[in-house]
């Protein structure tokens, strides 16, 4: 690591924001043609790279939201969440045509079900700005339709001196996709669950996936909810449990996650620091509603 490398720390979290609408309490999932009801619902600031920049900023490492913002009501409520956070907006890119970005979240016990929408292009206007952020050591990309949309972005944030980290995200149209692996080159830090990983590698059992990976990428550490989370780095694979709590809502756990598994790997923490410290702040996420409601206060 170079002296420079050493005076950066700070993190630059890119994706979009969504509005997120969490129905809680039910007593089965919808079907069609029939209505159900929930206990509780609530509205929050959603998105992979929100809830893994407001978490490890929860950790206390400088991060940074690169993102766009609608000017709508929906996208403008948010604006209290978000700054409450204490994440760095300075690099936040409000634009008519990023919102309203809406995710309908139902969840009844294990069971989750989603309907999102994506409104305007990914790429911030801050880009540029955010790449040559003088503090900015790492770049976590929350969402591989994220690289999809901006396809030189792992180059242009390795050209400025950045590690590089991505999150898949399950995305239905792409993650089937034969190139998915390839257009994920030079990525440091691969963070998927077990789910993605099947999709991706064609392997359900979770070992085999992560040998395929480790074949890609330098390092993985692979989601596998309450049975906790795998790692392989550098040819030492390993395997940590979850402790049992009370789950109210998974939404944004594996974001959590990954900002634990970053803000320890970037500290130079070993293998199993590094996993212990990101299941610690997965398992956070989970026994609260909404991915960064646990933070309040």
């Known amino acids: 690591m170079t ?11 890119i994706g979009r924001v969504y509005c997120d609408l969490i129905f809680t309490g039910l007593q089965g999932m919808p079907l069609l043609g029939r209505e159900i009801f929930a206990e509780n619902m609530y509205i929050a600031a959603g998105g992979g790279a929100f809830i893994m920049a407001a978490y490890c900023a929860h950790a206390g490492r400088k991060t940074a939201l690169l993102s766009r913002l609608g000017t709508d009501a929906l996208s403008m409520g948010l604006e209290g969440q978000l700054t409450d956070s204490s994440v760095d907006l300075r690099f936040l890119d409000r634009a008519a045509d990023a919102g309203p970005q809406v995710t309908v979240a139902i969840i009844n016990n294990q069971e989750r079900a989603f309907l999102s929408r994506r ?8 880009l540029s700005a955010a790449l040559e952020w003088s503090d900015a050591r790492h ?23 950045l590690t590089v980290s991505l999150d898949p995200s399950w995305d239905e149209t792409l993650i089937f996709g034969t190139d998915f692996l390839a257009t994920c080159e030079g990525i440091d830090v691969f963070l998927p669950n077990v789910e ?11 070992l085999k996936a992560l040998d395929r990976l480790a074949k890609v990428f330098p390092v993985i550490a692979l989601k596998a909810g309450s049975k ?5 780095n550098c040819g030492n694979v390993l395997h ?3 402790n049992p709590v009370q789950v109210i809502d998974t939404t944004g756990a594996g974001d959590a996650f990954n900002a634990g598994f970053i803000h320890s790997w970037l500290d130079g923490h070993d293998d199993e620091n590094c996993l212990f410290d990101a299941i610690a702040m997965g398992t956070l996420a989970v026994q609260a509603a909404g991915g960064a409601t646990m933070l309040k206060g």
């Open 139 to 161: 770049l976590h990309i929350a969402e591989f339709a994220t690289l999809v949309e901006i396809p030189g972005l792992v180059a242009a944030a390795k050209a400025k001196g």
């Open 228 to 232: 906790g989370a795998y790692l392989a």
């Open 3 to 13: 002296l420079e490398n050493e005076t950066r720390s700070a993190v630059l979290s």
């Open 240 to 242: 940590r449990g979850a």
């Open 196 to 206: 993605e990983a099947a999709a991706i590698t064609g392997e359900t059992e979770p």
């Open 119 to 126: 409104a305007g292009p990914a790429e911030p206007a801050t």
